[in-house]
T-cell receptor
Framework: GQSLEQPSEVTAVEGAIVQINCTYQ??????LSWYQQHDGGAPTFLSY????GLEETGRFSSFLSRSDSYGYLLLQELQMKDSASYFC???????????FGTGTLLAVQP | NAGVTQTPKFQVLKTGQSMTLQCAQDMNHEYMSWYRQDPGMGLRLIHYSVGAGITDQGEVPNGYNVSRSTTEDFPLRLLSAAPSQTSVYFCASRNRDRSTDTQYFGPGTRLTVL
């Protein structure tokens, strides 16, 4: 089977930098994704890493180390609107299904 | 493009009733999936499909059936609803491009089983 671990909650202040870690165990790994979900809404795609290294998209960056089965999402210049749940997800298996972690609730304080 | 659409938005069922949650996408995506989301449990994969006529079980398939007769539609059937199936259900689609692997979600169906 698959398992993903990420912290349940993180708190940070506006303007700061926060890192949300994700460790995974799976077979047939293709890549690691990150999704954002605001309360009451649908998840939306943030980033995807298929290869080791850092991917940057504006204030958000995502990192993957395949050898360590580890990745993280880095959010810079935090804004109040970044308060949301963040999910890591692995693409896995012969049919490339997408399995999600339990999510990290980020609270950004003034 | 409408993206991924789901109906209904809200539904209340009695134990033992059956119903179908509808999902459609207009992006010509090959992959479609159904997830349920319960508080503190994240998104759990129920069933998924890699193309018309091809479906497979996810992490929590019991009590649910799916079929995929067209690329656009992927309905989820609850055969005999139980209170444990009270949840928010999300349908999602993505294409087979493994370089980007972006999944798009519908707005969700909030189901209560009494």
């Amino acid at each position: 089977g698959q398992s993903l671990e990420q912290p349940s909650e993180v708190t940070a202040v506006e303007g700061a930098i926060v890192q949300i870690n994700c460790t995974y165990q799976t077979s047939g790994f293709y890549g690691l994704s990150w999704y954002q979900q605001h309360d009451g809404g649908a998840p939306t795609f943030l980033s995807y890493n298929a290869l080791d290294g850092l991917e940057e998209t504006g204030r958000f960056s995502s990192f993957l180390s395949r050898s360590d089965s580890y990745g993280y999402l880095l959010l810079q210049e935090l804004q109040m609107k970044d308060s949301a749940s963040y999910f890591c997800a692995v693409s896995t298996g012969a049919t490339n299904k997408l399995i999600f972690g339990t999510g990290t609730l980020l609270a950004v304080q003034p | 493009n409408a993206g991924v659409t789901q109906t209904p938005k809200f539904q209340v069922l009695k134990t033992g009733q059956s119903m179908t949650l509808q999902c459609a996408q207009d992006m010509n995506h090959e992959y479609m999936s159904w997830y349920r989301q319960d508080p503190g449990m994240g998104l759990r994969l129920i069933h998924y499909s890699v193309g018309a006529g091809i479906t497979d079980q996810g992490e929590v398939p019991n009590g649910y059936n799916v079929s995929r007769s067209t690329t656009e539609d992927f309905p989820l059937r609850l055969l005999s609803a139980a209170p444990s199936q009270t949840s928010v259900y999300f349908c999602a689609s993505r294409n087979r491009d493994r370089s980007t692997d972006t999944q798009y979600f519908g707005p969700g169906t909030r189901l209560t089983v009494l």
